[in-house]
């Protein structure tokens, strides 16, 4: 068995592996890097082409399959979960993978359907959509391909296990052991205690807090942040707006909870969190469609903002913007380019942190000083992350007993504190733990 470290391997995000047993070759994911698009986006390309996308380093450098002869020998494709950094690289790669079938659960399946509308391509690859907790032949291979539930941050998350003649190869990006999910079921620890004892060769895992030793927390506890919050919001004539993470729809649904207890009625603005309620309506798994209303294009949402401005209590708007992202709403009410002006005495709970990339971080600092220039009650980092802290990975490594560890989904900075955790479990580096560079290959046997 071989691995090549395609991307996310040096970064946080553009995730994407590629494993080869005899003459197969496998693909984990397909992800965006987001400063490479939020650079694209700064210089006014919003129609993001391949070639503007390599020029910025927005998706994994795919071309070291070319130099290594694997590219024709790529038999399927596998995607973890629907965040942009795991399948937003998906649409414009895939026309190098003709016909080579896409498996994924049904989530991720309608979001990347509808990244591949946006981008407006025919895509011929057969779509496979996966139950969470199953296991499917790849045509053509003497391999299965089993996807496991996860808790994370989105719907439908998946650890994934690729049964191969000669044992098996582990992918866990991204995942939280959440002990108290609010929404949908907890992780299948089950599963991977069975999996202990089925010959795992190499498991490639998340890394982004693997230098935490603490707990990151549940879904049960943001929910009784956001209760906290929401109770200190008591005067019923000002706005009262929260902001969170668009595909988060486990977190949307405890907002909405709260939200219907006030008596305002409940709008979401913005395009990208239409999207993900879209997608999580398709396929059944949105309990609260039926409490919101839903605006998406700039004249429709202009027009409500100005009814919001003059009836400030009646309304309780969700909205874009939590990382003060340029074109999201709240970023466009802070320059005075919509009818709606925040007064003191409004409140805004920030249902998130800040992702810490140097763009990310001065444009919320740039919305916080204007919004609490203008008196407007900031609600911060209401909000637990959903990727597993140092314990989670000790678990998982307690469970899955792999003989090889490699950290991804980071820079070397974030990937050593779980070389050294994989120390405690008898891993050695450079032996049977890896710190790889993006296009490096590891032979793993
Ligand atoms: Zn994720």
């Known amino acids: 068995m071989e691995m090549c470290s395609v991307g ?29 698009i939020i650079e694209l986006q700064e210089h006014g390309e919003q129609n993001y082409t391949l070639s503007s996308l390599r020029r910025v380093g927005g998706v994994p450098d795919d071309r070291v399959l070319d130099k290594l002869g694997w590219t024709k020998k790529v038999k399927a494709i596998f995607i973890s979960h629907a965040h942009l950094d795991h399948v937003g690289g998906l649409s414009f790669l895939i026309h190098r993978y003709p016909n080579v079938p896409v498996y ?22 057969p779509i496979k959509t996966v139950q969470s907790n199953s296991v499917s032949k790849i045509k053509g291979t003497n391999c299965e391909i089993e ?25 866990s990006l991204d995942s939280k052991f959440d002990d108290a999910p609010t929404f949908g079921e907890k992780t299948n620890e089950k599963r991977l205690k069975e999996l202990g004892s089925e010959n795992v060769i190499a498991a490639v895992m998340d890394t982004l807090y693997a230098s935490k ?30 902001t969170t993470f668009s595909s988060h729809i486990e977190r949307l649904n405890n907002i909405v909870n709260l939200a219907k207890k006030t008596k305002r009625e409940i709008v979401f603005l913005g395009r990208s969190l239409i999207k993900y309620v879209d997608c999580a309506t398709k396929i059944g798994k949105c309990p609260f469609r039926k409490d919101i209303k839903m605006m998406k294009y700039r004249r429709q949402i202009n027009s409500f903002l100005s009814k919001v401005n003059k009836d400030r209590g009646r309304y309780l708007v969700v909205c874009t913007g939590h990382q003060g992202e340029e074109g999201s709403i709240l970023e466009r009410i802070s320059r005075e380019q919509t009818p709606f002006q925040f007064r003191s005495g409004d409140s805004l709970i920030f249902s998130s942190s800040v992702i810490p990339t140097e763009v990310n971080i001065a444009s919320r600092a740039k919305l916080d000083k204007k919004l609490e220039s203008l008196g ?8 637990v992350h959903g990727h597993g802290s140092q314990e989670n990975k000790k678990r998982l490594l307690n469970y899955i007993k792999p003989k090889h560890v490699i950290p991804a989904h980071g ?16 891993f050695e580096l450079g032996k049977t733990s890896h710190l790889v560079l993006n296009g490096e290959v590891l032979k793993l046997n």
């Open 8 to 36: 996310g391997y040096e970064e946080v995000g553009k995730n994407m592996t590629a494993v080869k047993v005899g003459e197969d070759v496998f693909i984990f994911d397909c992800g965006f890097y987001l400063p490479g």
């Open 104 to 125: 994924a659960t049904p989530f991720t399946v309608a979001v990347f359907k509808s990244l591949i509308s946006d981008v407006g391509i025919n895509v011929t690859n």
């Open 147 to 171: 996807f496991i539930h996860t808790t994370h941050s989105t719907l439908d998350c998946s650890l994934i296990s690729l049964s191969t003649p000669e044992g098996k190869f582990f992918y």
């Open 213 to 242: 030793e603490t707990s990151n927390g549940t879904e049960t506890d943001a929910k009784k942040m956001l209760e906290e919050a929401f109770s200190k919001v008591k005067d019923k004539n000002s706005a009262f707006f929260v």
């Open 376 to 383: 407007v009650v900031l609600y911060k980092n209401v909000h």
């Open 411 to 426: 820079n070397r900075d974030q990937e050593k504190p779980l070389i050294e955790v994989a120390r405690e479990f008898g």
